[in-house]
């Protein structure tokens, strides 16, 4: 079925390291929407970050941020859906990563992020993620609110696996841990995911599965890739995602979402 809703990651599917998009691909959105598909981010970003790249492209849907714990309009500010991690839960997040002397830290719904202390491992997290952080000295102590998500970040790739593995182990099911990035794990509300994010978006725009494309890279882009009428991994995209893919795309490099959209059954897409 041709795609009427249309769900793109954006670090390593809609852009690279240099958050530059394509012109390939600028064009490709753009034919989207002008044969009246809707198009929206996925993305494990905060709103604030990912509502630049929805600004810039002139995007006609709300956004999924926070791996789907946040659904929201970055036209009017209007929140669709968002989903929190318990208190009590967010406060064994903290000790976990007190007990292994991780660098860790939270999101809030104020759309900024906070750590015990800055350091300079927090201040690359907060370069990467485009969201200001700041050191709250006692992280348990400070937190008095229900978080979005908590964010991961290990020195060498090889340590994500484990990290991954260790949290599901510990937290049993009680919360939602991906891997989201080489270097990047993270933790939301026991029910979120980019694909019960998708399907909630889908049943607010009257959309059906069936109509809906999503384009992802990474471990956190299996659910929306595995739930969406078309899902399809990067060239380039983690195994867990190509798994879950109806097709693979060529890499980043090569365009890979302007391939994907041109090959979707929109009209004169290429």
Known sequence: MRPKLIALDLDGTLMGKDRAI???TRRAVQHAMDQGCLVAIATGRAFSSAARFAKDLEL??????????????????????????????????????????????????DDQSYADQMNSKIARLAEI????????????????????????FVEQQEAAPELVRDLKSHFDGHLQIVRSWHQIVE????????????????????????ATMAVGDQDNDVSMIAWAGLGVAMGDASPAAKAAADGIAPPLEDDGVAWAIERSGLDGAQ
């Open 129 to 152: 993620a485009q969201v200001p952080v700041s050191g709250v000295g006692n992280l348990a102590k400070w937190l008095d609110r229900p978080p979005l998500k908590f964010l991961f």
């Open 60 to 109: 006609n849907a709300p956004l999924i941020c926070y791996q789907g714990a946040m659904i929201r309009d970055y036209r009017d500010g209007t929140t669709v859906y968002s989903d929190t991690i318990p208190l009590d839960s967010a406060r064994e997040v903290i000790a976990f990563s007190r007990a292994r002397q991780l660098n860790v830290q939270v999101y809030l719904e």
């Open 22 to 24: 394509a012109r390939r």
């Open 187 to 210: 933790v939301t509300g026991p029910d979120v995911s980019q694909g019960a994010a998708l399907m909630r978006l889908a049943e607010c725009l009257e959309t059906p599965q069936l």
